[in-house]
């Protein structure tokens, strides 16, 4: 089955630096990639995500890029705040199918943490 | 309505306790999901529901045990829970069951088994 690979597991910033995320995936079949944003105690919110079709997406301040030979795919965000500092998780779908459903996998997660 | 609702938001049961946990969407989709997810870990796929029908069990015991009775509703029956499965249940929907729909997630309910 699918393998989605997540680093690193904590990233520590001052406010105002970029982040990086990095995943990578190991079936060539996965299509779609989201990410999630996870802050303590709430839900998973989609934050951005990025379809096999196109190579980089960005919305304001937050922006995925996807190679799809070398199967990885990253997350950026520029300028960061205080605000940004939760859990990331990114994951992969298209690969693993079963009951009729398209099962995502998801990475290991990212915590972030943005100084003030 | 463009969000997933939970309830109860924070449940406490005995190991002898029937419980139930409930979701619901009216965004119209038509796959809804059960995820169980430990403290800093990923959501851990448990059950998949499309048109209303179980399409994926991932060999979850049977002490948990999905419901959907309509296409907006899915609920989680809880039997005989053992202390490890003490977790955030997320409810998540799409809406259909292709692998470029987004899945939309629920606040969930923190679940303590004593």
């Known amino acids: 089955g699918e393998n989605v690979e997540q680093h690193p597991s904590t990233l520590s910033v001052q406010e105002g630096d970029s982040a990086v995320i990095k995943c990578t995936y190991s079936d060539s079949a996965s299509n779609y990639f989201p990410w999630y944003k996870q802050e303590l105690g709430k839900r998973p919110q989609l934050i951005i995500d990025?379809?096999?079709?196109?190579g980089e997406k960005k919305d304001q301040r937050i922006a995925v890029t996807l190679n799809k030979t070398a199967k990885h795919f990253s997350l950026h965000i520029t300028e960061t705040q205080p605000e940004d500092s939760a859990v990331y998780f990114c994951a992969a779908r298209g690969a693993s199918f079963s009951g009729g459903s398209y099962i995502p996998t998801f990475g290991r997660g990212t915590s972030l943490i943005v100084h003030p | 309505d463009t969000e997933v609702t939970q309830t109860p938001k924070h449940l406490v049961m005995g190991m002898t306790n029937k419980k139930s946990l409930k979701c619901e969407q009216h965004m119209g989709h038509r796959a809804m999901y059960w995820y169980k997810q430990k403290a800093k870990k990923p959501p851990e796929l448990m059950f998949v529901?499309?048109?209303?029908?179980?399409?994926i069990n991932e060999s979850v015991p049977s002490r948990f045990s999905p419901e959907c009775p309509n296409s907006s509703l899915l609920n989680l029956h809880l039997h005989a829970l053992q202390p490890e499965d003490s977790a955030l249940y997320l409810c998540?929907?799409?809406?259909?069951?292709?692998?470029?729909?987004?899945?939309?997630f629920g606040p969930g309910t923190r679940l303590t088994v004593t």
């Open positions: 990025i379809r096999s079709n196109v």
């Open positions: 529901y499309s048109y209303e029908k179980l399409s």
């Open positions: 998540a929907s799409s809406l259909g069951q292709g692998s470029s729909y987004e899945q939309y």
